[in-house]
């Protein structure tokens, strides 16, 4: 499973439950396979934890418009909450 290498995917900044990063948007397929779609990838820096979250959603549906679901994904995975660690004592 790779990126299409017909079409650079687009790189947005974004912030999602506070987290800023980017977001992704592109085509990936798989070499040798009839298997495509588009895909959403959101890499946020979570300075507090000492980390990156990355979050990615495929689309795979054949014959069929795609929008919806993109857009359906899109909403999921900006409802991202972080639990905030209890405070120690």
Do not use: S
């Given at each position: ?9 687009y790189v947005y900044p974004v912030e999602i439950a506070g987290l800023k990063g980017v ?67």
């Amino acid at each position: 499973m790779h990126t299409e290498p017909a079409f650079a995917p687009y790189v947005y900044p974004v912030e999602i439950a506070g987290l800023k990063g980017v977001e992704v948007r592109g085509l990936w397929d798989i070499k040798n396979y009839p298997m495509a779609g588009p895909f959403l990838t959101y890499i946020l820096n979570d300075k507090e934890r000492n980390r990156k979250l990355v979050l990615e959603g495929f689309v795979f549906a054949p014959a069929t418009q795609k929008r919806d679901d993109l857009f359906q994904l899109e909403a999921i995975m900006k409802t991202l909450q972080l639990d905030t660690p209890a405070v120690k004592k």
